[in-house]
C-alpha cells in the first residue's frame, strides 16, 4: 500500500547493487507524456484508464520490458509497485518462475505519516485523500495480490529495524537467485 516502505526498501536494494524498477516511475512517465500535472489525481486517473483500455497488466508488461534492460549482469532486480494478480501472472510469464512477490505491511497511520514527511506530490494530503487512494488501490485488486505474496515484511518498527529486515530477506533471496 502507499507509505509502507517500499521506495525505502529500494533504496536498500540498490545500496547493495540491486537494479530497481519502479512502476510508479512508469506511470509518472505516461503522466507527462499527456502533458498533465504530476499530482494524485492524474496519477490516478492515468493508471486507471491505461488499466481499462490495455489490460490489468499494461503496467507490468512496460515494467518486464524496463526489467530486461537494467537485468544483464544482475542477480536480481527489485521491482516497486506491483497492484494487482494479472501483473503477477505477466510478471511470472515474463521473467520466469523464479519471480518472487514481496508484500510490505504498515499500518494506515504509520503510512499517512511518512506520506506527509516525504511530500511528494502524488501523495495524499489528508486522511481522506489516502483514504480514496487506498480505496481506488483496492479495486485494482492489491488486496488479493498482498494476500498472495511469497513473503512479506512488516514495517512497525525504526527505520533500522525495517532496512536490517529488508537487509536479510534481499540476502536470502539472493542466495536462492
Not at 77 to 90: A, F, M, S, W
Request: glycine share 8%.
Amino acid at each position: 500500500m502507499p507509505g509502507s516502505g517500499k521506495s525505502e526498501a529500494m533504496e536498500v536494494g540498490k545500496a547493495r547493487g540491486h537494479p530497481v524498477v519502479r512502476m510508479g516511475d512508469l506511470i509518472w512517465e505516461e503522466v507527462e507524456r499527456q502533458g498533465l500535472p504530476r499530482d494524485a489525481k492524474h496519477v490516478g486517473q492515468v493508471a486507471n484508464a491505461m488499466r481499462e483500455s490495455h489490460g490489468k497488466d499494461v503496467w507490468a508488461q512496460r515494467t518486464a520490458e524496463r526489467v530486461r534492460k537494467v537485468a544483464a549482469g544482475h542477480k536480481l532486480v527489485l521491482i516497486d509497485g506491483i497492484r494487482n494478480i494479472e501483473e503477477v501472472h505477466t510478471l511470472r510469464a515474463e521473467l520466469g518462475h523464479d519471480f518472487l512477490l514481496v508484500a510490505i505491511h504498515t499500518d494506515p497511520s504509520h503510512r499517512f505519516e511518512r506520506m506527509i514527511q516525504r511530500g511528494r506530490a502524488d501523495d495524499a494530503k489528508d486522511v481522506d485523500g489516502l483514504k480514496a487512494r487506498d480505496e481506488r488501490e483496492m479495486t485494482w485488486g492489491i488486496a488479493r495480490t498482498i494476500a498472495l505474496a511469497d513473503e512479506m515484511l512488516v514495517n512497525d518498527a525504526t527505520l533500522d529495524v525495517f532496512r536490517s529486515r529488508v537487509t536479510v530477506l534481499l540476502d536470502r533471496i539472493s542466495k536462492l537467485a
